[in-house]
């Protein structure tokens, strides 16, 4: 059975979002590809991406019609199999003709189902209130932190607030010219 990955791209204080949910501050951040070779290494051992509702329809918007070659994760974002975890969206488009299924229902459950059927890990970017769950339940493998070298000063944590103490063993840690930093745990 593989792992649940959960990857959040957060300021220098925790911060995954601000206090309305946007996350404009990840534009201001500067370029993500500097760690794209590492990113396309990680992503050898996923099986599949998982979303919740909103980072869904933020990916359907942007990833489709990516150019693989100026960012090179756009293969493997469209090509893997996607699942999105939503009791409210009617369909799941990818793209022109791709369809992203849809898992209804509990989203503790429906990634327990998922880990089972899946040849390999699953990849969770954002999708706070899926991961949110998923930290409380203690459904989390391994979380990855691409911190921004920006203070935000408020706004949504990555974590779930209530959660309680959940200890986290560091197993990486890269730094790039730019800033951002890549700390890997496992949970």
């Known amino acids: 059975m593989g792992k649940v990955i959960v990857e ?14 946007g996350i404009g501050f990840f534009d201001a951040s500067g370029d993500f590809r500097e760690g794209e070779d590492e990113q396309m290494k990680r992503l050898r051992s996923v099986g599949a991406i998982v979303f919740g509702a909103t980072t869904y329809r933020m ?25 999105v975890v939503s009791n409210t969206l009617r369909s799941a488009p990818w793209g022109e003709k791709d369809e992203v299924e849809i898992l209804r229902g509990d989203g503790i459950e429906s990634v327990r189902r998922l880990r089972q059927r899946i040849d390999g890990d699953l990849m969770i970017w954002g999708s706070l209130t899926l991961t949110d769950a998923l930290f409380r339940a203690r459904q989390v493998d391994v979380l990855r932190l691409r911190m921004i070298a920006m203070l935000l000063g408020e706004g949504r944590s990555f974590a779930p607030d209530g959660l309680g103490d959940l200890k986290l063993a560091l197993q990486s840690v890269r730094a790039y010219p730019s800033g951002h930093i890549v700390m890997q745990y496992s949970a």
């Open 59 to 83: 990916f359907a918007d942007y990833w489709p019609g990516a150019d693989e070659k100026v960012e090179r994760v756009a293969g493997p974002i469209n090509s893997l199999p996607k699942f």
């Open 8 to 21: 959040q791209i957060v300021s220098a204080d925790g911060y995954a979002a601000y206090k309305d949910g």
